[in-house]
């Protein structure tokens, strides 16, 4: 019997994966093979489009780091990983990484090369790419040092995507770094000699710079006298 608009399944099935790709376009066309029995109509074609459902979904590697600020600009080692395969064909991806700074004080743009938001390139279209996976990939994100003495410091980075075709976040995945200071005051005091009877004017210097945010502190001062004529003491 003929089955009408209800037509046959002619058997195609389709092949899953997880690999991050774009959505593609399957045309099936009808051949005419025996003329005496067959005959194919106009409609001959029919498109499949395979929607893509897989997307890569990039985390931090840990959840916080910790380092010394040193004098120098040095990356800071933080990873992002994620666990899909990204075909050839997929257009370039970025993804952004916001950072704040804890009220500890840090200033973006300065303290570390990252600015406010910054886009980060995780994929080139031309060739495929493995996942990284928990190894993960440097975000090149740079601590710049400084000889400054100032409180530890602490900065949060989160990160975000506008491309919703290749790329999710079940949460928003985050990362904080804690910048250590390692930078003191070296505290010096030259000799003087002065009249019994007048002001020493005992000066303590330094050549570090001392931020504005660090706490209030004391310097605590040891006496020892020396009577230079060895009959008394002072």
Avoid at 7 to 32: C, M, N, Q, R, S
Avoid at 52 to 66: E, G, L, M, R, V
Avoid at 147 to 152: D, H, I, K, T
Avoid at 171 to 180: A, E, M
Wanted: net charge negative; glycine share 6%.
């Amino acid at each position: 019997a003929s089955p009408g608009a209800s037509g046959i399944d002619v058997g195609l099935l389709l092949t899953a994966d997880e690999v991050v790709e774009p959505d593609e376009v399957l045309t099936l066309t009808l051949t005419l093979v025996d003329s005496n029995y067959v005959d194919v109509s106009s409609s001959k074609t029919h498109a499949v489009t395979i929607d893509n459902d897989d997307k890569i979904a990039p985390y931090f590697t840990t959840a916080t780091s910790t380092g010394n600020e040193g004098s120098t600009t040095a990356d800071a080692g933080i990873k992002v990983g994620w666990d899909q395969d990204i075909a050839a064909n997929v257009p370039d991806l970025a993804i952004t990484v916001a950072s704040s700074c804890a009220a500890s004080g840090c200033v973006v743009g300065e303290d570390f090369n990252f600015t406010a938001t910054e886009s980060v390139s995780v994929f080139t279209t031309g060739s495929d790419k493995a996942a990284p996976g928990a190894t993960g990939e440097t975000l090149n994100f740079k601590i710049v040092g400084d000889a400054m003495v100032e409180p530890s410091e602490d900065v949060t980075l989160t990160l975000g995507s506008t491309d919703a075709d290749y790329v999710e976040f079940a949460s928003t995945p985050s990362h904080t770094r804690t910048i250590t200071n390692d930078d003191t005051l070296s505290i010096s005091v030259a000799d003087v000699s002065v009249l019994e009877s007048a002001a020493a004017n005992i000066t303590f210097v330094w050549s570090e710079t001392v931020a504005k945010n660090v706490p209030a502190f004391d310097i605590a001062i040891a006496m020892a006298c020396d009577d230079l004529s060895a009959s008394s003491t002072c």
